[in-house]
């Protein structure tokens, strides 16, 4: 049984079957033209499908950027023993 080709749009509904069979032609659609669409199943929306956009380029010097919640006293030293503070015993 062949199923009738729909024309893509660039805003429509498409159901699930014929989602199934036209997938990857939808998702170039959608890249190339910016189009969304509403896959149903029985006539109900179940997903959409909608072009990604495209993330911006972080700095490394300022991916940490609001990270840090709270910084009081910054130059106190560490609460810690470290090696360097114990004397080797030579055990």
Known sequence: MAMAKVPL???SSVGSADFKARCLELIDHVKQSRAEYIVTRHGKPVAR??????????????????TVL??????????AIWS???ADDGD
């Open 9 to 11: 749009s660039s805003r």
């Open 49 to 66: 499908l909608v072009p990604v956009e495209a993330e911006p380029k972080g700095s490394p010097l300022g991916c940490m950027k609001g």
């Open 70 to 79: 709270k910084y009081e006293r910054p130059f106190d030293s560490v609460p």
């Open 84 to 86: 360097i503070d114990h």
